[in-house]
């Protein structure tokens, strides 16, 4: 099997690309993380402004999982900002799979998405892996990523609801 | 002391892009800043704004050594999880050092917070370097959780040549 398209993903494919994110994050162990609905998928990525874009891998029907999927990879990505040099494309998520790999539909994934970030004039893509995942770590260091938790020292932090809630009253 | 803080117009980029090398030089990389305040008032107050960012700003009679009133920034911008939805994303937080310990810091962060929550955002999310002490215990005593160290994430991009070349073969 060779051949797939990668194109924008449309409202229609919500509940596949839902599919594939709890996919993503069984392979990451946090599965049951995974509380958002396709609604607010739909919502969040086909409204007036969109908090994210997405481009999806699809087969021919001849060629679906065994499932009966046709829709067998996606990336998601948006676009943020670095004080320094100007806008960013962020790669949030990005998976083919299983049955799929091998055949190339990541690299070309990533080329398009590269592809995008320099027709938007980004200055560069960023993305986070976690630190055990070392057949990812390598795809991209192949590829010429730089590790800034290593290089820089950068640790990513979060600040869950309920202390933004506190932090917001708090005023 | 008293202080306000407000939304930034085109007319603050010049003040926030003199705040944004100040803390380049805090995070020890001044030379790393290319951006002009042009650049940043294009991309922020277009009707398709990269950024929004937040400004406090000080009266006449408490302006600093060199005559400025506008003393420290919030610059942020909203980003997606898939696992859980819409997140606001802290990208710089300075306040000059003569305009510390008044709480400015404080009342930066929590109105992000709230714009944060207005805007539905289950988290907020921003990066901090491994040295920078004041900043790790800051954030931690407002319920920041360090992911790199809990979760293994690990920062990586590509960019300039390394971007280019992805690019090149793409579709």
Request: glycine share 8%; aromatic share 14%.
């Amino acid at each position: 099997m060779a051949n797939f398209i990668l194109r924008k993903a449309e409202p229609k494919d919500v509940s596949d690309i839902l599919r594939l994110i709890k996919e993503l994050a069984k392979y990451e162990e946090m599965e049951d993380q995974v509380i958002l609905t396709e609604k607010e998928l739909l919502e969040d990525g086909f409204g007036e402004h969109p908090f994210y874009h997405c481009v999806v891998a699809e087969v021919p029907k001849e060629h679906q999982s065994r499932e009966g999927h046709t829709v067998v990879g996606f990336a998601m990505y948006y676009f943020t900002y670095d004080p320094w040099i100007g806008k960013l494309l962020y790669l949030e998520d990005f998976y083919v799979m299983k049955e799929y790999r091998g055949y190339g539909m990541g690299s070309e994934i990533l080329k398009k998405l590269s592809h995008t970030a320099v027709k938007t004039r980004c200055s560069s893509m960023h993305f986070i892996v976690a630190e055990w995942n070392k057949p990812s770590i390598e795809f991209y260091k192949r590829r010429g990523a730089s590790d800034l938790s290593s290089e820089e020292g950068w640790r990513l932090f979060k600040i869950d609801k309920q202390y933004l809630v506190k932090m917001s009253s708090e005023e | 002391m008293n202080y306000t803080v407000r939304d930034s117009t085109p007319g603050d980029c010049k003040d926030i892009m003199r705040l944004i090398v100040d803390l380049a030089e805090y995070e020890k990389m001044p030379n790393e800043v290319k951006l002009s305040h042009k650049e940043l008032e294009a991309d922020g107050f277009s009707s398709n704004p990269f950024f929004k960012c937040l400004v406090a700003e000080v009266p006449e009679e408490f302006k600093s050594k060199e005559g400025h009133t506008i003393v420290g920034y919030g610059f942020y911008f909203f980003t997606y999880c898939t696992w859980k939805g819409r997140v606001v994303y802290l990208e710089d937080l300075y306040v000059m050092p003569e305009f510390r310990g008044k709480g400015i810091g404080k009342a930066l962060m929590s109105r992000i917070a709230q714009i944060g929550r207005a805007q539905g955002c289950v988290r907020m999310q921003f990066t901090v370097l491994d040295w920078n002490k004041p900043s790790l215990d800051f954030y931690s005593s407002q319920g920041a959780v360090n992911l790199t160290a809990t979760e293994g994430w690990q920062l990586l991009r590509f960019e300039g040549e390394a971007l280019e070349k992805l690019a090149q073969n793409a579709n």
